[in-house]
């Protein structure tokens, strides 16, 4: 999990982030004490919680609120002060808690767990974009493929959510109304080799499972747009737009699908 704490006090800056620290180890937990630094950190950065202050100088912790929600709008807000009449303000702007201070790690604790945008999916190094244009990122770094077939062929399994694929099935959606040759199948078990090599250079060498002529991705491995609003997520929700891995035409069959659900 990726936090912001925000909070004019040095002292309970680093208080909040030692909690978050003891809760959630393997997160990115990061403490600013101005507006403007969190605005500026924001644009630059994907976050899913921010916590805020809101007594503070420069722009309060409201105003601040609806800054970020415009820079990112599906990020989680969470309102840490020691007055309780900022509540009814807090919730209009469809915050995801209100904390009292000084918060207990129980009381993180129980807002992180029911968060308005959950984020308990994302903690895989890999991220898919599935809305707009299909792209793959691993640790927040596009990867390369060097054959664009070999990126389809990925964008393929993950449109199939984990269920198996026959080599003739990819043959037929990577070179569509074209007969299966042996050239063909030759070219996909490349394409194959291609892939496992990418992502073993990244140290996740388990992406594809493979079983005689069927092969298919680890779903649970992938944090995916696509995966998360088939799982009702809000956020995803928003997120799709009317298009879908655009620039392959077998996905419009899923863009149907996909735009008569919504």
Known sequence: MKTLIVDDRQLAVNALVGTLREIDPAGKHIGLISSKEAISYLKENEV????LDIEMP????????QELKNIRPNVNLVFVTGHVEYAYDSYKLFASGYLMKPASTDDVRNVLDNLRNPVSSRHSRVCVRCFGNFEIFVDDEPLVFHRTKAKE????????KGAFCSTGEL?????????VTDSKLSQIRSFIAEIRKVFEEKNLPD?????YSKMAIRPEKIDCDYYRYLNGEEGAKKSFMGEYMKQYSWAETRLGELTMRG
């Open 48 to 51: 899913d919680v921010c916590f």
């Open 207 to 211: 992406m594809i499972i493979k079983e």
């Open 153 to 160: 062929l990925f964008a393929y399994l993950v449109d199939n």
């Open 171 to 179: 043959v037929g959606a990577l070179w569509e109304d074209e007969e």
């Open 58 to 65: 420069d722009m309060n912790g409201l105003m601040l609120a």
